[in-house]
């Protein structure tokens, strides 16, 4: 396959949720598919609706994304998110992010007639098409596998559907490289599903938005943040952990959602150190001891004024 689509106007829903179409459901072919079914679909220069697929979007990348992007375009993560990319929220949750700018014609702006020029390393959300994924986290219990399943997305302006070529949906994932993504994505994608778990009624801080927003976008600053600050002095890390994170990104890509389930949603995964626990126990006891002592201290106050306006009252 030379060029990957991406639906037009609503679009095709982006797989595990990080883009969905809420208006137009009915492109969704009704049926669950497996690994093993057989899909018809095959989209490259010849057919007429080339490229036509890649105007009036909205693509949230994930951070696998960006990290995959900015290297292929030799660019800091700033650079890059400031020229390409346009804030968001992702999947109506409070949860920053970030997704491509089109251009003035509503255009990615990474086609051209000949197609994408970033296709070795395209977001996602491209690779996904025509096939989606069902996968269901919520009610699954932790260590627990979701379900999982796949669906045909199919509308009327594509004419990919029509060539014949047949791939099992498997053969087709692994010609997309899907499965990295899905691997790459996984963990983000969890964090964002255990924050719409908590409902509208809870919110995240602004200091927790700004630090999800930085390790899920820059992992030069996130590593920055780790090994420059008093980070590795707070949290208990390995240090096997600590030797791969300083020089491997996607190791520490995956470290960074480890970090934001625990300090977001409380997963005791990554732990303060324990004689820092301790010392905080008995700082906590002391001002404790300090408050009890104050109030009793308040107490007699109390009592010796109450006695000596009595003595007054007496007098008088």
Same mark, same amino acid.
């Given at each position: 396959m030379n060029k990957s689509t991406f639906p037009a106007k609503e679009k095709s829903l982006f797989s595990k949720g990080m883009q969905k179409t809420d208006k137009n459901p009915s492109n969704i072919i009704p049926a669950k598919l497996t690994m093993d079914s057989i899909i018809k679909f095959r989209c490259h220069p010849g057919v007429s609706c080339f490229t036509a697929c890649c105007g009036?979007?909205?693509?949230? #990348?994930t951070p696998f994304d960006i990290l995959r992007l900015r290297k292929y375009l030799n660019m800091s993560a700033d650079e890059f998110l400031l020229r390409f990319t346009t804030p968001t929220h992702i999947?109506?949750?409070?949860m920053p992010g970030v997704m491509i700018n089109l251009d003035e014609e509503g255009r990615c702006p990474f086609v051209t007639?000949?197609?994408?020029?970033?296709?070795?390393?395209?977001p996602s959300a491209c690779r996904y098409y025509p096939i989606g994924m069902a996968n269901f986290h919520e009610g699954a219990k932790d260590g627990q596998d979701a379900e999982r399943f796949f669906f045909k997305v199919k509308e009327e302006h594509c004419k990919g559907h029509e060539e014949d070529k047949e791939w099992t949906i498997r053969e087709w994932r692994e010609d997309q490289g899907v499965d990295l993504c899905d691997d790459m994505n996984r963990e983000w994608m969890e964090l964002v599903m255990r924050r719409k778990s908590f409902g509208h009624q809870a919110t995240l801080s602004e200091e927790g938005k700004k630090i999800f927003f930085m390790a899920s976008t820059d992992t030069d600053k996130f590593r920055s943040f780790v090994f420059e600050s008093s980070f590795l002095e707070k949290y208990d890390i390995d240090q096997e952990t600590i030797d791969l994170i300083k020089e491997d990104d996607i190791a520490l890509m995956k470290f960074s959602f480890r970090y934001l389930a625990s300090t977001l949603f409380g997963v005791?995964?990554?732990t303060i150190k324990e004689e820092l626990v301790k010392a905080r126990v008995g700082e906590i006891g002391e001002r404790k001891k300090e408050a009890e002592k104050k109030a009793e201290e308040t107490y007699k106050e109390l009592v010796k004024e109450?006695?000596? #306006?009595?003595k007054r009252l007496e007098k008088e």
């Open positions: 009036n979007i909205k693509i949230i #990348l999947e109506k949750t409070d007639p000949e197609g994408c020029t970033i296709y070795p390393e395209r005791q995964d990554i109450r006695d000596e #306006l009595k």
